[in-house]
């Protein structure tokens, strides 16, 4: 874990992303958090990763997604040399 992230404030944000229960919880939560293209951008990435998994070139993501190859490259790199944190949603997705 990045010690820079590890903060008070940070601690508090992901218990209350923990409290939330269903989608529409989530939606309202995220709504108020952050703005529409913070949150397009973070479900972008998450799209990306998804796809980078399915062995998805960079062209394929980038017409499919619009991510730049930067960003593509940038969610590649979290998934080969990052915490795991994508391999855990994943294994839990398709549990």
């Known amino acids: 874990m990045n010690k820079k992230l ?3 404030a ?3 944000l992901f ?6 229960e269903t989608q529409d919880e989530c939606y309202n939560f995220f709504e108020d958090l952050c703005t529409v ?16 998994r399915q062995h998805k070139t960079y062209l394929e993501i980038a017409e499919k997604t619009g ?14 040399y990052g ?9 839990r997705l398709e549990s």
């Open 83 to 91: 915490n795991d944190g994508y391999e855990l949603i994943f294994d």
């Open 37 to 52: 293209n913070e949150l397009l951008s973070l479900s972008q990435r998450f799209e990306v990763a998804t796809m980078l």
């Open 15 to 20: 218990q209350a992303v923990l409290c939330l």
């Open 67 to 80: 991510a730049s190859t930067a960003t593509i490259s940038r969610v590649n790199r979290s998934l080969n």
């Open 10 to 12: 940070v601690d508090h």
């Open 6 to 8: 590890k903060t008070e």
